[in-house]
């Protein structure tokens, strides 16, 4: 069974980064898909960034040239690694893994923005 746990989110002033972790455990073989996804308050989930086993990535345009994804050496480990944030990027941040045909979610982890 595949499980997910993320790390890094926090507080930050506008402006600032963050970089989030997600650690991947169990049965995780390639092809496969990890990325982040985030759920503001009154709001659907959306994507922020995906990177496939191949290295192939993805941004949200609301995203791109401030947030950068990536893999760990190990590849069972994915970064957002998050610049220049901005108070809408408050959200809780969802790490996921899409590997044969199944959809994995991990807990979610708080980022806040203050302006």
């Known amino acids: 069974q595949v499980q997910l746990v993320e790390s890094g989110g926090g507080l930050v002033q506008a402006g600032g980064s963050l970089r989030l972790s997600c650690a991947a455990s169990?049965?995780?073989?390639?092809?496969?898909?990890m990325g982040w996804y985030r759920q503001a308050p009154g709001k659907q989930r959306e994507l922020v960034a995906v990177?496939?086993?191949?290295?192939?990535?993805n941004y949200a345009d609301t995203v791109k040239g401030r947030f950068t994804i990536s893999r760990g050496n190990g590849a069972n480990t994915v970064y957002l690694q998050m610049s220049s944030l901005k108070p809408e990027d408050t959200a809780v941040y969802y790490c996921?893994?899409?590997?044969?045909?199944?959809?994995?979610w991990g807990q979610g982890t708080q980022v806040t923005v203050s302006s």
């Open positions: 996921n893994i899409k590997i044969a045909l199944k959809d994995v």
């Open positions: 169990g049965s995780i073989f390639s092809p496969n898909i």
């Open positions: 990177i496939s086993s191949g290295g192939m990535t």
